[in-house]
């Protein structure tokens, strides 16, 4: 748990021909806090199924390769990324996305050894197996969505050194369209990638998707994020899990305080960090929102 410092190359890659400064990260917002992964390195093969007032969600695993994770995510992050960058620039996206595995590393910040590229592999093989069937979007209509992370990969490889050429991944049509839709996607942090632990990692996407820049920010309780996290661990471990993030303070943007409200119950508040007294060692400012463009090569 905790942030690991980023690689000596760590810096923001080009995602596209041109050479951007600073590339928003997005990520689909529907998906950012209610429970559609493992939050364990450990494989899970426990199905997920989330109901709260008439939305549900149900996750299942493969079990030769078990249920994607919230690190697997990443990948889908950046998918979102390029094809909202895509939009933006004025370009017509795909469900197909082509790119070099290198270049996805490097944008997930994580290292470009041959290890990576083996986890790379797996991760793929967890989205493309793990299945979904949910109601979000129905539009209040008796119906839902069925579909895997992923509907397809494929790799590229040189025959003769065994290093990979290139890949593409094609993503499904429910995920798809809640990209490209209005509103379907939030910007986050990129200190997001660097975050170790599946449950600092879920609740800052909570509190990204909640509290946003909200001046007064978001409360839960946490039996209401136990049930939004899908966890399989008891009630009284993952609220040790909680607080140990919540204490260490360490999520990107988002300031995070424990209390009990009337009813006695422990509630987690978080409040983006430029909301917070500007004399506040915690305060930090709200980042420009804009983006410097810089020529193509």
């Not at 986890?119 to 197996?129: C, D, F, P, S, V």
């Not at 992370?149 to 991944?169: D, F, K, Q, R, Y």
């Amino acid at each position: 748990m905790g942030r690991r410092a980023p690689g000596s190359k760590d810096n923001q890659p080009d995602l596209f021909a041109a050479s951007f400064a600073d590339i928003p990260i997005r990520d689909q917002r529907e998906v950012m806090e209610r429970p559609f992964y493992s939050l364990a390195k450990r494989p899970r093969v426990t199905p997920i199924e989330y109901q709260v007032g008439d939305v549900w969600v149900e996750v299942s695993a493969n079990p030769k390769f078990g249920m994607a994770t919230i690190w697997d995510a990443d990948i889908l992050i950046w998918a979102s990324t390029q094809i909202r960058e895509a939009l933006d620039r004025g370009l017509q996206p795909s469900r197909t996305i082509q790119f070099h595995p290198y270049n996805l590393l490097r944008s997930i910040r994580r290292s470009t050894g041959g290890v990576n590229y083996t986890r790379l592999r797996a991760a793929l093989e967890r989205l493309t197996h793990t299945a979904v069937r949910t109601n979000i979007r129905s539009d209040g209509r008796k119906k839902h969505a069925s579909f895997h992370w992923i509907e397809a990969w494929t790799e590229s490889v040189n025959e003769e050194t065994g290093e990979p050429l290139g890949m593409t991944i094609t993503l499904p049509d429910w995920l798809y369209r809640g990209i490209v839709g209005q509103g379907g996607v939030l910007t986050i942090h990129e200190n997001y990638f660097l975050l170790t632990g599946g449950i600092e990692r879920w609740l800052y996407r909570v509190a990204r998707k909640h509290a946003g820049k909200q001046e007064h920010g978001w409360a839960f309780t946490m039996r209401q994020l136990y049930v939004k996290s899908g966890s399989t661990a008891r009630f009284s471990d993952f609220v040790g899990d909680v607080r140990k993030v919540v204490r260490a303070n360490e999520l990107p943007e988002y300031h995070g305080t424990l209390y009990k409200n009337e009813h006695g119950e422990e509630v987690v508040y978080f409040l983006h960090r430029s909301k917070l007294s500007i004399t506040s060692d915690r305060f930090q400012p709200a980042r420009f929102p804009g983006r410097r463009r810089t020529p193509v090569k």
